[in-house]
Structure formats: C-alpha cells, structure tokens
C-alpha cells in the first residue's frame, strides 16, 4: 500500500511541475511524517494558506501528513530525484545526505534554546542550508524541536550508568548512535513508525524524544520514566528539492521563502506551548518526569568532541557554534 501511495504522490507531483506557463497555478506537494496535531504541521498548514494569499492563488502547497508518501528518510529520496517538492526532517537524518549537518546532532553543543536560535539563525545555519544543495536538497528553515531527553520503561535514567545493558531506540543517525554508546546504552535504529510496537515488545527498553513527540506518539503509555537530561537540540528542517526550486520563478521563491520565514516564527511560539502542554499531560497520566544533574551525562560525552580535533572542517565548526553569543 505505500508503494502505491508514494507511487501516486510520485505522478502527481510531476504531473503539476511539468507545466511551463509562469501563469499557470503551480502546486508544490509537501510530505513529511509527523501527525496532524503537532505543531510542525499546523505551521506548515499555516504556511500554504500564506503562500496562497501571497501569490493570489498562483503557487499552492498540499501537505501529506503521517509518512503517506513515506519515511523521512523515502520523502528525502525522493527530493533528491524530483519525484517529491518538499519535505521536513530531523536534522539527525539529514546528516547522512548532507555531512556538516551532523555537528548539529553533537550532544550538549548548545548551551540553551536561546544560543541554538542564535546559531541556526546565523550564518552558521545558513551555511549549512546551502551544504545540502550538492545533494540536491536545498534547506528552507529550521523548525524548533526542542531538547531530546531519555524514556524508558524498567527504570529511570539519573545517571549515565543507568543507561548500561539499556536497548535505546534512536534515528538513523551515526551521530545519535555514538552518543547513546558513549553514555554506555545500546543504541537500536528503529524507525519512528515502528517505535511503540517495539517498545510494547520488548525490542527496546527505550527511546529518546523531544516533550511533544513523546506525548502525541503516546509512548508514555508505555514507558512511564522520563529523564530530562535534555542531551541534544535537534532542529527539524524544511526542505525543497532542487529540481522543484529550479522551476520556480524568481517571483514564486520570494513568496514560498516569505511564508516559510512566517511559519517558523509561529510554530516556535506553538512549539513553546506544545512543550508545557505535553509534560502536563503526560505528568498526568501518571509518569515520572525526572530532572537529573546533567553534569555526569556532559562529561561522558566529553570523547565525542575530542574525536573530532583532528577534523580540519568539523572542528572549527563546532568552535564557532560554541563560540556564538
């Protein structure tokens, strides 16, 4: 069935693209993986409905919530391929098409919200937007996604060592994976669709995830600990494949980048009150929030940026970043 859903969004999109005429409407066919309810979405909801009054209906976006066209890692592909427009992902999947991404994914890099705005923001994060365009994906925006922390089911994590003979789903992220080894977990790539079922199984003992994303995946069903070390701030990112903004016109790229930068501001105040909301909620419905010393977590962590001195483009990236007001 998603061969045939992808196959679908496949024709369609280039069914519209492959109109010339500047007057023509073009719609543009965004797919990511997130539910409907999250904050994300609604700013992307948002956002086509202020690219449509820009452009007086001239450039629209239809969006297809909850992995219809695929996986973040499918939609990426398929960016890549001019078979999908547009996409959003977790910086910690993009690493593996566009390298420099990963330094965003070092654990502990940012020393709060406020300093990651300043980054992503800057002309770091513009840089790294640009990096990806060798690969065909050009980044439009960072979204906020907050700070993941642990969840679990059998114990709660106050310390690294808690982590030890723990099975800790994480994305498919070489980033992400080292990180959860070097705290002394077993990290296990399982796709974000998969994750309660596995969770329910036994598969993983646990996972790691921003407030909202624990709360709407209902993960706190089962798994009722949830440490908030807060060890990485992942953005999500939005993307256009080049081969879509290639056939847009000078016009139509300064509407779509109008409202992207309109739908950012207004998902980070959604995102803000999204986080309040889910640890209530989940609070609520009976899980522990565990606030831990971060210090022991940030010192076992410490080898990862020691690996990357000998990295003449890593390393005075990572500088920069810390180094930032």
Known sequence: MKFHRIYFGLVTALVVLSCSDENAVKTLHLGHGLDVSHSVHKAMVSMAEDLAERSGGRLKLEIYPSQQLGTERECLELLQIGSLDMTKVSVGVLENFAPKMKVLGLPFLFRDRQHSFNVLDGPIGEMLLKDGEKYWLKGLGYYDAGSRSFYTMNKP???PSDLEGEKIRVME?????????ALGGSPTPISWGEL?????QGVVDGAENNPPSFYLSRHYE????YSLDEHTVLPD?????TYAWEKLTEQEREWLNASVEKSIKYQRKLWAEAETEALREVEKAGVEIIRPDKTPFVEKVSEIFESYKDDVEMYPLIKQIQETN
Not at 196 to 200: A, D, R
Not at 237 to 241: A, E, H, K, M, Q
């Open 196 to 200: 309660y079922t596995s969770l329910q």
């Open 222 to 225: 089962v798994c009722k600990y």
């Open 157 to 159: 994590i106050l310390k």
């Open 237 to 241: 990112v939005l993307l256009i494949g």
């Open 173 to 181: 992220s070489a980033t992400a994976v080292n990180m959860v080894k």
